[in-house]
Structure formats: structure tokens, C-alpha cells
Nanobody, 116 residues
């Protein structure tokens, strides 16, 4: 069992930055691949960025070059550094820890609002 808690969301102006954190507890964090998803009102949840147990990363095209995902296994934490934020980045951001395609856990989400 893994418990995930996201934090770091908030209101930011276009062009600004935020760093989201996803802190895990309850299991060996390093064996889980971590993915950040987001869901805007009226839209489906979409993948934002992922990081494997070995540190390989993947990004959605819409955030590539602006967002950076990283992990600190010693702190059981994955970060999502978001720069050059746009209004279309507004969403609830969730992290997901996956051991396999059928064994995974979700956090409760953190709201990110990009608005002037």
C-alpha cells in the first residue's frame, strides 16, 4: 500500500513557475514509476510527465521544454517543476505511483490555476 500526497499548487500568473511535490509513504518508493496527470474542468485526465524507477523521463508534447520531472528516492518525493506556465495549464494535478499496470495508487490532487 502506498499513500501519495501532492502539494505545491496555487494561483500563478501566466509566465510564472510552480513546483509540485508528490510525497509517498507506506512502501518502498524507489520501485514505483511515478506519473503526473492533470485534469481540467470538463476534460479527460491527461498524462503530463512520467519518471521510471531508473530515472528515465517522458513528457507530453504540450509541456515539453517547460516542465521537468525529477525524483528523490531518499525523500520519497517526486517533483514537477513547471515554468512558463500558461492559462491552459490550469487543472488539478495528480500523481500516480505504479508498480505494474494493475498495481497503482493515486494521490488526492492539487489545484493549479494560471490566471492574471
Amino acid at each position: 500500500q502506498v499513500q501519495l500526497v501532492e502539494s505545491g499548487g496555487g494561483l500563478v500568473q501566466p509566465g510564472g513557475s510552480l513546483r509540485l511535490s508528490c510525497v509517498a509513504s507506506g512502501s518502498i518508493f524507489s520501485i514505483y514509476a511515478i506519473t503526473w496527470y492533470r485534469q481540467a474542468p470538463g476534460k479527460q485526465r491527461e498524462l503530463v510527465a512520467s519518471i521510471t524507477t531508473g530515472g528515465s523521463t517522458n513528457y507530453a508534447g504540450s509541456v515539453k521544454g517547460r516542465f521537468t520531472i525529477s525524483r528523490d528516492n531518499a525523500k520519497n518525493t517526486v517533483y514537477l517543476q513547471m515554468n512558463s506556465l500558461k492559462p491552459e495549464d490550469t487543472a488539478v494535478y495528480y500523481c500516480k505511483a505504479a508498480r505494474t499496470s494493475t498495481l497503482y495508487y493515486w494521490g488526492q490532487g492539487t489545484q493549479v490555476t494560471v490566471s492574471s
